[in-house]
């Protein structure tokens, strides 16, 4: 079984740049993650997916991050602009239901730096 | 409101020593409590989950942590460390909304 993908794996960016993430959930997981994990932190959760449709984004820095799941399979998350600040790792991860009694498998992560 | 702790940003053991990681929480009611481990360069993988029943939660590659409600720990431990235990480990909380709570994490390393 495929795990989950996830690309770029490194990104470095000039702050106000743009950048974007892509994540390709483990098939026939319905639910999609993204966290932030800063260096020396655990992960923080920006958003999650149920399907195509957004259960929490409560996290998410609004003015300049964005994420969609559309068609309810892969998902991109997108910082615009970019600040120093935001230098993370971004991790995507699926899970088959929303429901913390099932596992997330996460991706390798795409490490962020913005100079 | 949830919350982890980690004590100790980095623990070293000598390889074939006892390993214990420690790990406090705080939750309102009764919680799902997680183990994660992340190897260099990847992602997190679960190790072990506590959610109901038996407090002793027996993992991957030899690991167990012990839910004590009293003492709001479920410490992880390993009877005798390997150089490939080598890794972050993260405690996480949750208080079953669906949302889990990681600590800032451990960094065992182990000492030939």
């Known amino acids: 079984e495929a795990g989950v993908a996830q690309s770029p794996r490194y990104k470095i960016i000039e702050k106000r740049q743009s950048v974007a993430f892509w994540c390709n959930p483990i098939s026939g997981h319905a639910t999609l993650y993204w966290y932030q994990q800063i260096l020396g932190q655990g992960p923080k959760l920006l958003i999650q997916f149920q399907n195509n449709g957004v259960v929490d984004d409560s996290q998410l820095p609004k003015d300049r991050f964005s994420a969609e799941r559309l068609k309810g399979v892969d998902s991109t998350l997108k910082i615009q602009p970019a600040k120093l600040e935001d230098s993370a790792v971004y991790l995507c991860?699926?899970?088959?239901?929303?429901?913390?009694?099932?596992?997330?498998?996460f991706g390798p992560g795409t490490r962020l730096t913005v100079t | 409101a949830q919350s982890v702790t980690q004590l100790g940003s980095h623990v070293s053991v000598s390889e074939g020593a006892l390993v214990l990681l420690r790990c406090n929480y705080s939750?309102?009611?009764?919680?799902?409590l997680f183990w994660y481990v992340q190897y260099p360069n990847q992602g997190l993988q679960l190790l072990l989950k506590?959610?109901?029943?038996?407090?002793l939660v027996k993992g991957i590659n030899g690991f167990e942590a012990e839910f004590k409600k009293s003492e709001t720990s479920f410490h992880l431990t390993k009877p005798s460390a390997h150089m490939s235990d080598a890794a972050e480990y993260f405690c996480?909380?949750?208080?079953?909304?669906?949302?889990?709570?990681f600590g800032k994490g451990t960094r065992l390393h182990i000492l030939p």
């Open positions: 991860a699926s899970s088959l239901e929303s429901s913390v009694g099932y596992e997330q498998y």
């Open positions: 996480a909380v949750s208080d079953r909304d669906d949302k889990i709570i």
């Open positions: 506590y959610t109901t029943g038996a407090t």
């Open positions: 939750s309102s009611v009764p919680p799902y």
